[in-house]
């Protein structure tokens, strides 16, 4: 855990604590967006002023993209743990379970706070969306390569194409965020990565 010092408008100087903070920022960026919220929202979930946020975490942007790496990191992310599943089908399985458990979960705001912001994001944000549209693309590049993969060990008919496979899961996937987003359930996100799973290749 990371601390760093701050002084708050009264009193004396105190620490917080980094993790938490940017936990609390994330949190407001998945609610609110990345345009919707104002650094007094953040300041505000996060307990620190604003020369404190910008000593710890650069401007705002900076700190979104922070916040952006911790959600991707989080014990219960789904995307990368896939990857390591020993067949494509238990990749796909893991990916759309996990989006559909993760995405509804009522224990913070739905859905995915990356295809969220990418859609929210305006013109004056326009570095913020193009990362976070490459990070789409990297991911949907890695979920390609473990296809290819999977079609060299005999994992995946010879004639599976590996790009649009790779890109299918991905549009589900965004398609279930922006669901779980208007108030899909679990259980119906369930039956959605059901009947894609109906439809995956298999050798």
Known sequence: ??????????????????????????????RKGYDGTSLSDLTEAMGI?????????GNKEQ???KAIELYESRPCSFFLPALEKPTAYQVAEHMLYGAAMN?????????????????SCSEAAATVKEALINRRLEGEQKLRD??????????LPADAD??????????????MAIQANNGASCEQLRLVAQMTLQAFPRA
């Open 1 to 30: 855990m990371s601390a760093i010092s701050c002084t708050p408008n009264v009193g004396r100087p105190r620490a917080f604590d980094m993790d938490t903070a940017l936990e609390k920022a994330l949190e407001v960026f998945w």
């Open 49 to 57: 002023n604003k020369p404190s946020l910008y000593a710890a975490f």
């Open 63 to 65: 700190l979104f993209l």
């Open 103 to 119: 995405m509804a979960d009522q224990s913070h705001p739905q859905g995915c706070v990356v295809v969220q912001g990418a859609l």
């Open 146 to 155: 473990r296809f290819e993969r999977a079609k060299t060990e005999g994992d």
């Open 162 to 175: 590996a790009e649009t496979l790779a890109r299918y899961l991905g549009t589900v996937l965004q398609g």
